[in-house]
């Protein structure tokens, strides 16, 4: 059962949430002030934050900051409609996607299971394609020995890639893939651009450019336990 953690300071938003996130089958920590987020977050093993921004003790974008330090855990902002300084700055500590107040809880499920999908690889499995290995449980990338330091978006490209070897995908499907429901955000370079980013990283042709039609992963991947 995967733990989310909602940092909401708001009683019956927090247990309309909860009991909707539960029922999905969902175990959901709820936390009402930063200092009670931080120790559940330390006590547990936290597969998504869902977090408010304007809190009695401090920002949510701070803790969420805190968190990214030491964590590549998934983080959903809640943030007043429209605030974009909010959302540009919550992508700027690393968010994975963020839903404007007030929403539906639908939409939330949505974004939940579709981050959620992402966690489902078990926790010991790595993807080599060559001398390139991506390690789910610690979200790292080796090429041989040598660690390559990737942003998560990065991260998520590439583990697109090797879960889809040799297969044509097109930038609609990855801009799905890595950045979801903030696809709004992103212009038209934003594929090309992290393509060319993650090529000059991992050097070699293993990302082809497949004229009119999209991208591929050259290379066969093999599955590790």
Known sequence: MKTILLLEDDENL?????????????????????????????????????????LPDGSGLDFGREVRKSSSVYLIFLTALNQEIDIVSGYDIGADDYITKPFSLIILLSKVNALMKRVETPAGCRLCSGDICLDYREM???????????????WLLLAYFMENPRQILTKEQLLDAVWGQDGQFVDDNTVPVNISRLRGKLG??????VRGMGYLWTNSVTKEF
């Open 14 to 54: 927090n247990r309309g949430i909860s009991l909707r996130l539960e029922k999905e089958g969902y175990r959901v920590l709820p936390a009402f002030h930063i200092s009670q987020a931080r120790r559940l977050f330390h006590e547990n093993e936290v597969s998504l934050i869902i977090s408010d921004i304007t």
């Open 140 to 154: 790292k990338v080796w090429q041989g020995d040598v660690p390559v330091e990737l942003s998560k978006k990065e």
């Open 204 to 209: 070699g042709d293993f990302i082809q450019n």
